[in-house]
């Protein structure tokens, strides 16, 4: 699971995901959690925008409460099933969240959880795979929302995680025109768990776990407590 991660600069984003309109305005930032707005990539009037939206997605149906939940990932294998999601997936409303890393968490034997930072080798940044929704209050208050897609995780991350064993879809380099203009089957077909290679993962201190905290020193590794080093890869 990604529960927190790591934006990479703008002018990095912008030169890696070339979109046609730039809306956003954003500093690099090494602990990002849920709730807060991040950048984001959608299709616009056939143009590709670079825009800010709130990490947490909204249905429409929630009238602009966001009180009335918010998701800030959704598991790709409920697309076409989900309440939440099948709106959204019909209709083609899928982004791009641009990433230098994220965090995962083992339950360690004495009790602990152990954050993890994972990040794509040869790739200061990548690009993720969400999904995005509006929600307006009577009032006229709006607010986009967007969730990262997660699929199964590779055996090797897997083991590190205790629970619910899913990660973020990292899109292939060359994937993301398809991701945001192509029919929902040629998207979904771009949903894959990853194999075992090319991404790089280490412990990191606990101090990720409080938000007070936002420094290039949490995703530096802090030896791996008994752990060997693992390479996972994005399978692109």
Not at 5 to 11: A, G, R
Not at 38 to 54: D, N, W, Y
Not at 205 to 213: C, E, K, M, Q, V
Request: charged letters at 20%; hydrophobic letters at 40%.
């Amino acid at each position: 699971m990604c529960e927190r991660y790591v934006l990479p600069d703008q002018d990095l984003a912008e030169r890696e995901l070339a979109p046609q309109r730039t809306w956003w305005r954003y500093a690099a930032s090494f602990n990002v959690a849920p709730s807060r707005y991040v950048p984001a990539v959608r299709l616009h009037e056939g143009h590709s925008e670079a825009i800010m939206m709130r990490w947490g997605l909204i249905p429409a149906w929630a009238h602009g409460d966001a009180c009335a939940g918010q998701w800030p990932h959704l598991s790709c294998q409920t697309l076409e099933d989900s309440p939440l999601l099948r709106a959204p997936w019909l209709n083609g409303q899928r982004c791009i969240l641009p990433f230098a890393g994220f965090y995962t968490w083992r339950l360690m034997p004495a009790g602990y959880r152990q954050p993890y930072f994972v990040q794509v080798n040869g790739r200061p940044i990548f690009a993720v795979a969400g999904l995005w929704d509006r929600t307006e209050s009577d009032d006229g208050d709006v607010i986009e929302g967007c969730a990262i897609l997660t699929v199964p995780a590779s055996a090797l991350l897997a083991s590190i995680q205790s629970a619910t064993r899913q990660m973020p879809a990292i899109l292939g380099a060359g994937d993301c025109a398809a991701w945001l203009r192509g029919t929902p089957v040629e998207a979904k077909g771009l949903l894959r768990t990853a194999p075992d290679e090319l991404l790089t993962s280490h412990a990191v201190s606990p101090r990720i776990n409080s938000l007070a905290y936002d420094d290039a020193g949490l995703a530096q590794s802090v030896g791996d407590r008994g752990a060997a080093e693992r390479r996972i890869s994005p399978g692109h």
